[in-house]
C-alpha cells in the first residue's frame, strides 16, 4: 500500500555526501516526513525519492545518471510519487541535466539542497545546526569539518563543483562532536576535500588542524579519532605530536599521493617534488612510531611513461603502504589537464599498468596482515555473523579497509571496546580471538 509524507533519500558518493544526506534526513523527519535513507525503491511504494549524486569521475557520474533513470522508471510505473536531484553532479551539470532529464520533478545542487525542505514542506523546521540523523551504526560517525578546495590540481574536478576552501569554525565542530558523544558516538572519522588546509581561511588564518584535533581529542566519550584525506603540500606538521601524544587519535592518516615521478607530478600541478614526497613520510612514520599510511595512486596521467611508471613501482615497494588504492587517469571535463594535455595513453596500457601496482600491493597488504599474527590489538565491534564478531582496530576505516572476524568465545556488545588476539591472516581480513 502507498505511504503518506515518505521520502526516501538514497546517497551516491562519498562520506562527505552522505553527512549532508544525513543532514536532510533529519530536517525532512522533523517538517513531518517519513524519511528514510537508501531504501530499495521496491520497499518505498507511495514515497518520493531524493537522489544526492556524485559528479567527480566518469564512473561516479554514470552511476548517479542511472540511479535517476532507475528512480524515474519506479515513478512512471506508480511506484514513486516524485524524483529529485541533488549533490555534486547537479551542482556541475545543472542547466544540461535540466535540459536533458526534464521529467526530473526538481533539481539541486551541493550548497541549495535545503530548498527541497522548503519546496515540499512549505517551511523549514527549527533543526539546530549540523544535527541529523546518523546512517551509520550509532558507535561511529563522520565528521565534515571544511568544504570546497583551493588546490586545483590539473586532474581534479573537485574545485569546479564545492568552490573555494571553507573551514567551518572551530568550536561549531567540537560542539557538534560533543552533542554526538552525548547520543552515544565513539568513534569520528574526520573528512574533508583536504584536512592540511583546515583553518587557512578562518580569521587570523594559519593551519589550525592541530589545534582542533587536539581539543577534540580531550572530550569525554570520545574514543577514536582517525583523518582523512590530508594534502602532502603544505602538510601541517604540528598533527603528528598531537597523533603521537593522545591514545585516542588513532595512529592512522589517509594522505592521497597520486604519483611519485617528478614530471608526472609537475603535470598533475601538486606543488610538490618526489624528493619532498619521501622526506614527507619519512618524518610521519618517524614522528607517529606505527601509523598506517592509506594513500591513493593515480596511473596512465599525461606525462606517464614506462619510467616514470617504474619509479612508482619502486616507490610502492619502498614504502610499503598499509592501506592503498589506485585508479587509471580519465580525464573531467574543463579541468586544467582537459585544456592543456592530450589523453594519449591507451586504455588498455592503463589498466595493466593499474594491474601491475594492485598486484604488488596486494602482497605487501598481505604481508602487514601476516605481521599482526600473535599481537594484541583493541577493536570496535560493529556486527555479527553465525560465527563471528565483526570488529575493526584503529588502522582500519569504515567500509574501505580490512575487518577483523573474532571467534565468538566470548560475550561482544556492538559499539563496545575489546582486546583481541590476532591468530591468522588473509588478504583483506584478521581472524582473531577475545583475550581472556
Known sequence: M???????????????????????????RDSGFEAVHDAPLDDCHGYAAVINTCGFI?????????????????????????????????ERYRSELETEMPEVDGWYGK????????????????????DRVLTTPSHHAYLKIAEGCNRFCAFCAIPLITGRYKSRPEEEILEEVRQLTARGVKEFNIIAQDLSAYGSDLPGGGLRLASLIDKMAGIDGVRWIRLHYAYP???????????????????????????IADPVLSNMRRHITSAETEELLARIRREVPGIHLRTTLMVGFPGEGEAEFDSLLDFVRRQRFE??????????????????FSDDIPQDVKQQRLDKLMKIQEEISMEVQQSKIGTIQRVVIDSENDDYYIGRTQFDS???????????????????????????????????????
Not at 2 to 28: A, F, H, Q, Y
Not at 111 to 120: E, M, Q
Not at 237 to 254: G, Q, S, T
Request: net charge negative.
Open 398 to 436: 569504515p567500509e574501505v579497509d580490512p575487518e577483523v572476524l573474532i571467534e565468538k568465545t566470548a560475550e561482544m556488545r556492538r559499539g563496545e571496546f575489546y582486546d583481541v588476539e590476532i591468530i591468522d591472516a588473509l588478504p583483506f581480513e584478521l581472524i582473531a580471538r577475545p583475550c581472556q
Open 233 to 259: 603540500t603544505q602538510f601541517p606538521y604540528d598533527i603528528l605530536p598531537v597523533m603521537a601524544k593522545h591514545e585516542n587519535v588513532c595512529k592512522y592518516l589517509d594522505i592521497a599521493l597520486q604519483h
Open 2 to 28: 502507498p505511504r503518506k509524507n515518505g521520502i526516501n533519500v538514497i546517497t551516491m558518493g562519498c562520506s562527505k555526501n552522505l553527512v549532508d544526506s544525513e543532514r536532510l534526513l533529519k530536517m525532512l
Open 323 to 340: 592501506r592503498m588504492g589506485a585508479f587509471a587517469y580519465c580525464e573531467e571535463d574543463d579541468t586544467y589537464a582537459a585544456k592543456n
Open 58 to 90: 566518469g564512473d561516479a557520474k554514470e552511476e548517479s545518471i542511472n540511479m535517476i533513470l532507475e528512480a524515474l522508471q519506479a515513478r512512471d510505473a506508480g511506484l514513486l510519487t516524485k524524483v529529485y536531484v541533488m549533490g555534486c553532479l547537479s
Open 111 to 130: 550548497f541549495d539542497w535545503h530548498a527541497i525542505v522548503r519546496d515540499l514542506a512549505k517551511a523549514f523546521p527549527a533543526t539546530a545546526p549540523w
